[in-house]
């Protein structure tokens, strides 16, 4: 059995990944049409799992368990202006195969299968250092330090002086016009691919 063979949801989860990507860089915006479909084929994933089907070792209990997870991991941040909805679903569509691919993790069933939960964890975390990279590297080449040193006091003390989550990001979407757009689809495409390769090896 090739590797392609036996890892053919990790090449789909990539290729989804890299769509979404694509498609935040040109539009600022990932589609319901590509997130919801990535959510719920990885259910019918881990469901088949759960029923037989053998082509890894979650099932759907632990598929829904990423999809939570994912949601979990990136809402606050959603919540708060600093990313939109389709960048949380795009990653719940992510956590929902992996979860179904990979399942817990449980070591007496087989040591060598990663924690799928953890998969999801770290390549949250590696697509959060990309972004962090990117944004960087779009001030310097930019310039106007001053400006975004301002935004990032505003937005601090936007989080200690703000009454509810909601007042945040509605403070944060009156200065959306002056902030340099990221699509964060790409950094956590970056991460995300970037992690899985790491972890099987550079496939």
């Known amino acids: 059995m090739t590797w392609l063979t036996a890892n053919w949801p990790i090449v789909i989860v990539c290729a989804g990944m890299v769509a979404a990507a694509v498609i935040d860089w040109w539009k600022f915006k990932v589609p319901n049409k590509l997130t919801f479909p990535l959510i719920i084929s990885g259910w019918i994933f881990g469901l088949a799992n759960t029923f037989g089907l053998d082509a890894g070792h979650g099932g759907i209990g632990a598929s829904l368990t990423g999809t ?26 992510f956590g929902s195969w992996i979860g179904a691919f990979y399942g817990f993790g449980v070591a ?29 590297g779009m001030i310097v080449v930019r310039g106007n330090y001053r400006k975004n040193a301002q935004h ?16 945040v990001a509605e403070k944060a979407n009156r200065r959306r016009s002056r902030w340099h757009r990221l699509p964060y689809g790409v950094p956590l495409c970056i991460g995300f691919v970037g992690y899985l390769i790491y972890l099987n090896g550079g496939f």
């Open 152 to 167: 990032v006091r505003e937005i601090v003390g936007d989080l200690f002086s703000s009454s509810s989550l909601g007042d």
């Open 68 to 93: 939570a997870l994912a949601f979990a991991l990136l809402f606050p941040v959603y919540a708060i202006g600093g990313m939109g909805a389709g960048d949380v679903k795009m990653t719940m569509g």
């Open 108 to 136: 007496d069933a087989d040591p060598a299968v990663p924690n799928g939960m953890g998969v999801i964890f770290w390549a949250f975390c590696a697509g959060t250092i990309a972004g962090g990279i990117i944004a960087l």
